[in-house]
């Protein structure tokens, strides 16, 4: 009986009924060059899908921010500073301090804005002391505020923290800031850094640009860590050039810090478009805020007009 089954089972008409799914499609499919085209065409756009949504650049948002704002010790009003030039007239003569008083005016600069305690001092302390202070206290204030406030989306703290972009108008010191932010805080050993000095006041749009480039081909989940600052121990001019007594007036010191992420949780803003447009390549721009020595003195911030336009 055994062997009459199995001459059954090889018999063609024995298989006519078993046809699978598959097979159906495949004849299906083969006997219309219409319906080949089709499928052809639902693969091709499937794969495009997928290559476009693998590749597409990330959306980058503003989980939450901190900034230094001072103690009441630290405000200087503009009659205190006025009081204390007058006290330095072998560095602040009269014509020049008439018209740092002119350009506060017209700046709209407020009471409540301040300096370091670095140039209380008479005569003001320039030294790299006196800038490391400066530095370690307005950055950690604002990195503090930061990350507190940033807190619940960030479970472990600044461990859960993976790029950081730390950035000074023109001071530099060693190490480097984003060295000494690395160090306070215990951030991983796999942390990018990044370092910028040298880059004026558009320095803390640089960072959050680059900031938000590194997001965009991260892994989802991504955070990083972005601190702009100013330090003014080190800029300070004793002179009569007009151009390089602006400094003087306009800067104030501070700092801010803000923590980035390419997921959308918790966050508080999306980052829309950084636009920059690099100028440098024509002299005027180029000398628009330079760094000089005067004398024997530190290096001076010189800016001319073309800084304000």
């Known amino acids: 009986m055994a062997v009459v ?67 009441p010790q630290h405000r200087v009003p503009t009659a205190t500073a006025t009081e204390h030039a007058r006290l330095m007239p072998y560095l602040v003569d009269g014509e020049s301090l ?29 030294g790299v002391a006196a800038s490391c202070a400066e530095a370690e206290l307005v950055i950690f204030a604002a990195v503090d505020s930061a990350l507190a406030r940033a807190a619940p989306a960030l479970p472990r703290g600044a461990a859960d923290i993976d790029a950081l972009v730390v950035a000074c108008s023109f001071t530099t010191l060693a190490p480097e800031f984003a060295d000494l932010v690395v160090n306070r805080y215990g951030l991983r050993a796999d942390v990018r850094t990044v370092n910028l000095s040298g880059m004026g006041c558009s320095g803390a749009l640089i960072c959050v640009g680059l900031a938000k480039n590194l997001l965009q081909v991260a892994p989802p989940g991504t955070r990083a860590l972005v601190v702009t600052t100013e330090l003014l121990s080190s800029m ?19 700092a801010a810090a803000i923590v980035m992420s390419n997921s959308p949780e918790r966050a508080r803003f999306r980052i829309g478009h950084v636009v920059r447009t690099l100028t440098a390549a024509r002299d005027r721009d180029y000398r628009c805020a330079f760094q000089v020595h005067v004398g024997e003195d530190p290096a001076c911030i010189n800016e001319g007009r073309r800084v304000f336009k």
């Open 5 to 71: 089954a199995a001459a059954a089972m090889l018999h063609p008409r024995a298989w006519t009924p078993v046809v699978s799914y598959g097979g159906e499609l495949a004849s299906s499919l083969t006997s219309s060059p219409v319906r080949v085209l089709m499928a052809a065409v639902i693969l091709c756009a499937g794969a495009v899908a997928v290559l476009r949504r693998a590749r597409r650049l990330r959306d980058v948002y503003l989980v939450d921010y901190g900034c230094f704002l001072g103690e």
């Open 98 to 126: 008439d018209f740092m008083l002119r350009l506060h005016e017209r700046s709209g600069i407020g009471e409540e804005t301040s300096i370091p305690d670095s140039l209380r001092y008479m005569p003001p302390d320039r």
């Open 236 to 254: 300070f001019y004793p002179g009569t050039k007009r151009e390089m007594l602006v400094p003087n007036v306009l800067f104030r010191m501070g």
